[in-house]
């Protein structure tokens, strides 16, 4: 992932509530798979084995994230079982077959979890987090950020 990825989603997730951080971690785990396919092609082993870990350490942060009070979650946990045993069918025979399947359950995922996201108006989960602006100034060929310089940041007194 690119640090300038890193950066974006490192925002969206101080400014997220609890299903926005579902819907950034589906699309986390599709940027890493499609990079374990980028590495395949390449002949890459490293890069696909790392890939894959990263994939199925978000796939681990959603099934570990599951509210089992609901019978929905059994559901759930089962696609993303299946999910993370095509990962790791993909590792052993170093074949990318097995990816496309994963990536389709994390897309159907991914897309009603964007859908609830859209309804959920709860407050972020983090607080004291920086307030950035965005489109406020613009240089010569991109929009800057803008932060601004809160006083009570970090730790409460």
């Known amino acids: 992932m690119t640090n300038e990825k890193k950066q974006e989603f490192t925002l969206k997730i101080a400014q997220a509530n609890k299903t926005k951080l579902v819907v950034i971690l589906y699309e986390m785990t599709l940027i890493y798979i499609d990079e374990t396919k980028e590495a395949h092609e390449a002949g890459d082993?490293?890069?696909?084995?790392?890939?894959?870990?990263?994939a199925r350490g978000c796939i681990n942060e959603l099934m570990s994230s599951l509210n089992f009070e609901y019978?929905?979650?059994?559901?759930?946990?089962?696609?993303?079982?299946f999910a993370n045993k095509e990962l790791a069918r993909a590792q052993v025979r170093f074949d990318s077959a097995h990816l496309d399947n994963a990536a389709k359950i994390i897309r159907s995922l991914l897309g009603s979890y964007q859908e609830i996201s859209y309804h959920d108006d709860s407050a972020p989960l983090m607080e004291n987090t920086q307030t950035v602006y965005s489109g406020l100034t613009y240089g010569r060929t991109n929009v800057l950020d803008s932060l601004s310089h809160a006083t009570n940041r970090g730790f409460r007194v």
Do not use: K
């Open 45 to 54: 082993r490293r890069g696909f084995g790392m890939g894959l870990q990263r």
């Open 71 to 81: 019978e929905v979650a059994i559901r759930i946990l089962e696609l993303y079982m």
